[in-house]
């Protein structure tokens, strides 16, 4: 509780801080702007120039002028860079195998089980925040070999090696998952694992192709915690058991998006302790593996590869996604898709609260629902899990694809 509330005093002070700093801005452009007025001359029985009585209208002139001044300076500061495209002068090289989408971007995507044209099954998996296409669920090879199970991963839209797409959304995110598997002849129905945050398009893909799914199973997908669909005082009691940094973060990604890229940046102002690694994990293998990702170096060398063609593109226009506001459906309004649907929970996931995890399955009822005890959030890292999902998802009646 004393840790809590240090926190907390900490993340406000250093918002004070911040806004101390905005008006000494903005009152040093109005000291300027009025040093500069006073050399202007003033209309007719206004007085003369350096006096100390100025007209109503010249006060307005000074504010309206220090206002623009501090505006344009304040746009021109939160605006986030370019991207650096992969394949263009001075982005990263592409390395990895593309397919084109409709809109003529380019997704890059990794291969893994059985080949193509003897494979059983054919499964689309989605990675989770910071993530890329060399994810899995890890489902052994044994097993693929033995289910002949064919398994294509991609970076998403902005990630590692895919084109950033500047109009992101939860439907473009079912989209880029259609044209990857047309592109790839997956056939007119494949299977679709999501991970974390990337279960944003699982939910998406219920929405807008549930006529190309034969299966969906999501790993411990990701919340948003202002969903209507949950329940308002629970879901507000258990934000606010976040971090100060990770409230902010959430806050500023559903109210002011565009803001995401200059907040992040700024040292003094809260911020994810997700994006920084350095909020511990309850669960002890979540744990175990979040310190020797970060003593190894693995953990930064993974964001990195994530975000070399920019934070912006990939980490802030997936937190907008995901944590912004959800205009055309929410989880709890989807009706139930003519395929199985199987969604994965640890009961001591640190990063989703299990409680909001299980209202949501409760209340769309078509959910079949796993909860895990003793199991934290990154499901791909438990010995024999991925084997598990993959195994539950496709000896699911009507899963067979097409």
């Given at each position: ?330 989880p709890t309004d989807l009706e139930k898709p003519p395929f199985p649907v199987h969604l994965f929970q ?57």
């Amino acid at each position: 509780m004393a840790a809590g509330a240090a926190a907390a005093s900490t993340g406000y002070w250093s918002l004070a801080i911040g806004a101390m700093r905005a008006a000494m801005v903005c009152w040093v452009c109005l000291a300027y702007m009025r040093g500069v007025c006073d050399w202007l001359p003033l209309p007719p029985g206004t007085g003369t120039t350096g006096s100390t009585t100025s007209t109503p209208a010249a006060g307005l002139l000074v504010l309206l002028a220090a206002v623009a001044l501090v505006a344009g300076w304040f746009l021109n500061t939160v605006r986030p860079p370019p991207p650096t495209s992969c394949g263009t002068p001075g982005g990263p090289p592409v390395t990895a195998p593309r397919v084109r989408l409709r809109d003529g971007r380019y997704l890059a995507y990794a291969e893994s089980g059985v080949s193509r044209d003897r494979a059983r099954f054919k499964v689309v998996y989605s990675h989770g925040f910071s993530g890329g296409r060399m994810d899995s669920p890890r489902a052994s090879q044994e097993l693929l070999e033995e289910l002949g199970v064919y398994m294509v991963a991609f970076d998403r839209a902005g990630y590692g090696e895919s084109d950033p797409d500047p109009r992101r959304s939860l439907e473009s995110a079912a989209l880029d998952i259609e044209d990857l598997a047309d592109a790839l002849g997956l056939g007119d129905r494949f299977h679709l694992v999501c991970s974390s945050l990337g279960s944003h398009a699982g939910w998406a893909a219920i929405r807008y192709i549930p006529h190309r799914l034969a299966g969906l199973a999501m790993m411990a997908p990701v919340i948003n915690y202002r969903w209507r669909g949950l329940p308002r005082g629970l879901a507000r009691q258990l934000y606010r058991k976040q971090t100060v940094g990770d409230q902010w973060s959430l806050r500023v990604a559903y109210y002011a998006p565009w803001l995401l890229h200059w907040w992040m940046s700024q040292s003094w102002l809260p911020t994810s302790t997700v994006i920084d690694g350095s909020a511990p994990f309850p669960n002890a293998l979540d744990e175990k593996n979040r310190v020797m990702a970060l003593s190894n170096g693995m953990f930064h060398s993974r964001a990195r590869l994530a975000t070399q063609q920019g934070a912006q593109e990939s980490f802030y226009r997936d937190m907008a996604v995901m944590f912004g506001r959800w205009p055309e459906f929410e989880p709890t309004d989807l009706e139930k898709p003519p395929f199985p649907v199987h969604l994965f929970q640890g009961d001591e996931d640190g990063v989703v609260p299990v409680q909001l995890q299980r209202h949501t399955c409760r209340k769309l009822g078509w959910v079949n629902y796993h909860e895990l005890p003793g199991t934290g959030h990154f499901l791909s890292a438990v010995p024999g899990l991925g084997d598990r999902i993959v195994s539950t998802l496709l000896s699911s009646p009507a899963s067979a694809s097409a």
